[in-house]
């Protein structure tokens, strides 16, 4: 397997980077600009192997990708390349449509086009998957069944809608032109090399650091969470078992509201890194919440599990605890990126420059 994987430095790129060099020896290059969410730490351990390859080239550059899939040949590409942070997309949109939209509809159009140039038996081996999230399917209600592959799409934040945009993007690719196409939509993943300005690792070290945790709103919302390991080894099965042209949610089982989540890892840090004075979860601030900021995610994995045999198998408890041990003992990774300047802990999102109607 040579594997075109783009985003391979971000967080969930990093680990199928890893799950795929390091647990099944395929070669993987990974196609990846290093923006400010990437980090070459994530893939340091891959850099003396031979099956790995980074490329620092952006998806958006037609002409790079047709060099790329010319140079390299791969029999699949996993496309994670994405601008992902909600609260970013409210303050600068037309980011996310630059990479989200152009970017999908750029490497799809060329590995269309490096696909047409081959032989019917490597077509016929070539799969592309494109990684989505939930949150394409909008909000649910507390007592709401979960998302089916199924679900109507009802987006709410400018992130979501790239998303929901580029999902459209591929299966259009893929009746139009026949591109062997898959999808998957997930719930929240977490885990190790998670940039900091995501609620888990962002709650981590301002509780190490004795800072207050912000909660958006009553800490009410909810989200089913997905150790990242777990969800590297989903990616891989489905592009070797999947069904051309078939979507496969992939969720963790595992919802927790908002406010129970910082409350466990503040838990946990009391009794792994303790300090004196009062408690971290003293610590916890509601705050104003974000802008159209959906209820409930919730994912019905059912269909990944009964044709292709996965199941998640880290429990949120024990993968919190492996996440927070990881970053207590991997302060380097996470200090460099804030010392870098690429994030200072501070609220995005914020300022959602509404227009309110008269």
């Known amino acids: ?52 390859i980074h490329e620092c080239v952006d998806i958006v550059d037609r002409t790079e990708m047709d060099l790329i899939f010319t140079r390299y040949r791969p029999t699949a590409a996993i496309h994670l390349a994405a601008e992902s942070h909600v609260d970013r997309s409210i303050d600068g949109p037309m980011a996310f449509v630059r990479t989200n939209v152009n970017g999908t509809a750029s490497l799809l159009d060329a590995a269309k086009s490096f696909l047409a140039a081959q032989s019917d038996k490597e077509q016929l081996k070539f799969r592309f998957l494109h990684v989505s999230t939930d949150e394409v399917f909008g909000s649910l209600d507390h007592d709401s069944a979960r998302f089916t592959e199924k679900s109507p799409y009802d987006p709410s934040s400018p992130y979501s809608a790239t998303k929901a945009s580029s999902d459209h993007l591929v299966r259009a690719y893929g009746r139009t032109y026949r591109l062997p196409v898959l999808l998957t939509n997930c719930s929240n993943n977490y885990g190790p090399f998670h940039f900091p300005e995501k609620l888990i690792p962002l709650t981590i070290i301002k509780a190490l650091r004795g800072e207050v945790l912000p909660v958006y709103g009553n800490g009410m919302n909810v989200r089913d969470w ?51 004075g009062p408690a971290r979860r003293d610590l916890i601030r509601f705050v104003e919440d974000r802008p159209g900021h959906d209820l409930r ?21 024990d993968g919190l605890e492996r996440t927070v041990d990881w970053f207590l003992t991997n302060e380097d990774w996470w200090q460099d990126i804030l010392d870098r300047g690429n994030y200072d802990g501070g609220r995005l999102g914020a300022t959602s420059q509404r227009v309110d109607a008269v």
């Open 226 to 276: 997905l150790y990242v390991e777990d969800h590297a080894a989903a990616l891989c099965l489905v592009l070797q078992k999947g069904a051309v042209g078939e979507s496969y949610n992939i969720g963790g089982d595992e919802e927790r509201t908002n406010l129970q989540v910082v409350e466990a890892i503040c838990d946990l840090l009391d009794v792994k890194a303790p300090k004196s």
């Open 297 to 317: 995610y919730a994912i019905d994995a059912s269909k990944i599990k009964q044709k292709l045999g996965w199941k998640p198998s880290v429990s949120f408890v």
């Open 1 to 52: 397997m040579r594997l075109l994987i783009t985003g391979g430095c971000g967080f969930i790129g990093s680990a199928v980077c890893r799950h795929a060099v390091e647990k099944l020896g395929w070669t993987v290059i990974n196609v990846d600009c290093m923006t400010y969410a990437a980090s070459e730490g994530s893939t340091a351990g891959l850099v003396d192997s031979s099956n790995y």
